[in-house]
């Protein structure tokens, strides 16, 4: 089965930056993974934020931005903001099925 | 303004079966890839599955744990989507969210699968 991995927490002080990250099980994850990336706040929807590695929807903040690095999936946060406090999932595409990584709950402190 | 809207969900016993739907607006639906994705109380989001649009063939995919037991459907002609799910199972039990291609999230609905 396979399984996607992302770092379970992450503190970060508001204005500064954090990168989170997204591994496969299956090797290096490359664009043919379509990573996609979704903020999630308690008692709330998941949001999209960024799909295809680096491309944003039309409501996502500039401060945030995807890539690839070395190997796996990246999600940076540039400038955090206080309301960037919350759960952050990625998600990669194996053929038709998708598979959730597990999660980062990103901390403002 | 687009707009999903789950529907359906409720209390079940094991082993019964279920229908949700999602009522689409505010966009082509017919051109939309559409996405179920659940969520256990207090966990991670899962991947349920996804049906293409009828002119990206019309195609479904599934999840390893529930190929099977759910069916995702469409009316393009109602903008609405539907999953299907059979032989319920406690651990089925979450809150069901629809996604879009482009981005958007229904509200979920939830569904409690308890004797």
């Known amino acids: 089965q396979t399984v996607v991995t992302q770092e379970p927490s992450l503190t970060v002080s508001p204005g500064g930056t954090v990168t989170l990250t997204c591994a496969s099980s299956?090797?290096?994850?490359?664009?043919?993974?379509?990573p996609s990336w979704f903020q999630q706040k308690p008692g709330q929807a998941p949001r999209a934020l960024i799909y295809?590695?680096?491309n944003k929807h039309s409501w996502t903040p500039a401060r945030f931005s995807g890539s690839l690095l070395g190997g796996k999936a990246a999600l940076t946060l540039s400038g955090v903001q206080p309301e960037d406090e919350a759960d952050y999932y990625c998600?990669?595409?194996?053929?038709?099925?998708?598979?959730f990584g597990g999660g980062t709950k990103v901390t403002v402190l | 303004e687009v707009q999903l809207v789950e529907s359906g969900g409720g209390l079940v016993t094991p082993g019964g079966s279920l229908r949700l739907s999602c009522a689409a607006s505010?966009?082509?639906?017919?051109?939309?890839?559409m996405t179920w994705v659940r969520q256990a109380p207090g966990k991670g989001l899962e991947w349920v599955g996804r049906?293409?649009?009828?002119?990206?063939?019309?195609?479904?995919d599934y999840a390893a744990p529930v190929k099977g037991r759910f069916t995702i459907s469409r009316d393009d002609s109602k903008n609405t989507l539907y999953l299907q799910i059979y032989s319920l199972k406690i651990e089925d039990t979450a809150v069901y969210y629809c996604?879009?291609?482009?981005?958007?999230w229904g509200q979920g609905t939830l569904v409690t699968v308890s004797s």
């Open positions: 996604t879009t291609s482009r981005g958007y």
């Open positions: 505010g966009f082509t639906f017919s051109d939309a890839w």
């Open positions: 049906i293409k649009s009828k002119i990206d063939g019309g195609t479904t």
């Open positions: 299956t090797g290096a994850v490359t664009s043919g993974h379509y």
């Open positions: 295809s590695t680096g």
């Open positions: 998600l990669l595409y194996y053929g038709g099925a998708g598979v």
